[in-house]
């Protein structure tokens, strides 16, 4: 089993910067990838960004790309969500999520975090 705790929502300005903190804990072989979702109010979970904890590879939705980077810290079994130049649409739970290979659709991650809310204020 894999567990995974996210961290650092909160309230922001457009256009401003928010960083997000997922520590896994139990990882096995089998979890090799971790991943970033979001769900707006009334709307489905989607993909926002994914990152192997073995090679490194990334993925990003395109509506992130360029403004948000995912990156880990082996050492600490830490993966980080920067996002700058935030915009109201950005607003949603954020979850953090384990699997074992890098995906974009959320059935493909096992294991999920309890959301954290990021609030991007007009």
């Known amino acids: 089993q894999v567990q995974v705790v996210e961290s650092g929502g909160g309230l922001v300005q457009a256009g401003g910067s928010l960083r997000l903190s997922c520590v896994a804990s139990g990882r096995t072989f089998s979890s090799d990838a971790m991943a970033w979702f979001r769900q707006a109010p009334g709307k489905d979970r989607v993909f926002v960004a994914a990152?192997?904890?073995?090679?490194?590879?990334?993925a990003y939705a395109n509506s992130v790309k360029g403004r948000f980077t995912i990156s880990r810290d082996n050492a600490n079994n830490t993966v980080y969500l920067q996002m700058n130049s935030l915009k109201p649409e950005d607003t949603a739970v954020y979850y953090c999520?384990?699997?074992?290979?890098?995906?974009?659709?959320?059935?493909?991650?096992?294991?999920w975090g309890q959301g954290t809310q990021v609030t991007v204020s007009s």
């Open positions: 990152i192997r904890w073995s090679a490194g590879n990334t």
């Open positions: 999520a384990a699997g074992p290979e890098l995906r974009s659709y959320d059935s493909g991650y096992r294991y």
